[in-house]
């Protein structure tokens, strides 16, 4: 909350000032309140002339930079300042903490800083909170690089000892803020600094195991969690993180132990896959850029860890003619071709209707780039192991065209590969 009032000392001042002014004379335009009272503070000064020969009262330079000012550019000036600051703003007077340009000692300072933070906490003002208790430890921080050069104050033991308990009560206050803005590794920063000050500071154990634990670091937070406990044995927050440590690690473990039982299930699927077309002599083959099928793979049914099951195949039927395609996600090996056509025909972008179940025929590329032709009545399994063909990245691919263009199309095919080896 920013300065809004003036303080009743100050309204007297204006009630004086006013009553001094010549009655015969028309009012000003009506400034407002705060205006009035450092109009009215200038008016009973001692009156001095100015540097640029213009007559002013004898103000201190900081309140003789506000003169003349409005109530508004007063405010916002008073709350650039450390004395007046309420609410975290981006000006150039922050900057003058690098330098240390506040009034007091740099456990003062800090020390107020943390007290704002303290209550920015309390309003639950987490990202206020945050920034002003790292204000503290900017200061404290800079301090300590100073007496490194030998540019800070006296070694006062006492004064650091002081600076030292002010810096480690910011870095775990600081780490707790993090901890409400789920801002975990910086939590556990923070809390690591705060330990290498004070190895026994119990809420950096606390907050940094709750940091961890979010992380899923399960080891790593039980041990900030024991070591919390082996200073403070009874304190109830550690022995809730505890038991919250406990759970997570059953969850956790109930998780892997699943998803090692998957990867054992899909190993064995895979294992047993394999055996099944080696045993039926089918040849396949993958690629460097194999077509995203989603689930849709060559799969062992109705169970995938028994080889004496029959194979399914995700199956693609290819009109070339038309440049439409339909896909068989589960085109089962004892099926035929006549199968699927029957209930995919007619097609309902065949106006003129030249694809009939009678009407058409069927064709697979073969290993050596030619083609074979398949019946519609033949199963795939019987196709497949022919010798002739592999299937190339788990899709089968099988050609349709109407039998007045299979000749045709089939000439064309040819030439094409026969142009690609040429020139390959």
Known sequence: ?????????????????????????????????????????????????????????????????????????????????????????????????????????????????????????????????????????????????????????????EEIKKEVGILEQCLVNRAACHLRLKNYRSCVQDCGSALRINSKNVKAFYRSSKALLQLDKIAEADDACARGLAVDPGNRDLLEVANEIIKRNEEVEKRRKRELERENRRRLEGVTLTAALKARGIKTRKTSQPPEMEDARIELVPNPIDPQSSVSFPTVLLYPLHLESDFVKAFNEMESVGDHLSYILPLPWDKQGVYTTSGVDCYMETVTGGLIKVGRKVSLLKVLTSGNVEVVDEVVKIFVLPKANSDAWVQEFKSKKLVEKTTG
């Open 1 to 157: 909350m920013k300065i809004e009032e003036l303080s009743d000392e100050f309204a007297d001042t204006v009630k004086v000032s006013d009553a001094q002014q010549n009655a015969s004379q028309p009012p000003p335009p009506q400034a407002d309140l705060l205006t009035q009272a450092m109009n009215a503070f200038a008016s009973s000064s001692t009156q001095t002339t100015n540097e640029d020969g213009s007559t002013g009262p004898a103000l201190p330079p900081a309140m003789a930079a506000l003169r003349n000012k409005s109530g508004e550019e007063i405010l916002a000036e008073l709350n650039k300042t450390p004395l007046f600051m309420t609410s975290l703003e981006e000006n150039d007077d922050l900057e003058a903490l690098k330098a240390l340009a506040y009034e007091g000692t740099p456990f003062e300072v800090a020390a107020g800083f943390k007290e704002r933070g303290n209550e920015s906490f309390k309003e639950k003002g987490w990202k206020d909170a945050k920034e002003f208790y790292g204000k503290g430890i900017q200061v404290l921080l800079l301090e300590v690089r100073k007496r490194q050069k030998g540019e800070g104050e006296a070694n006062d033991q």
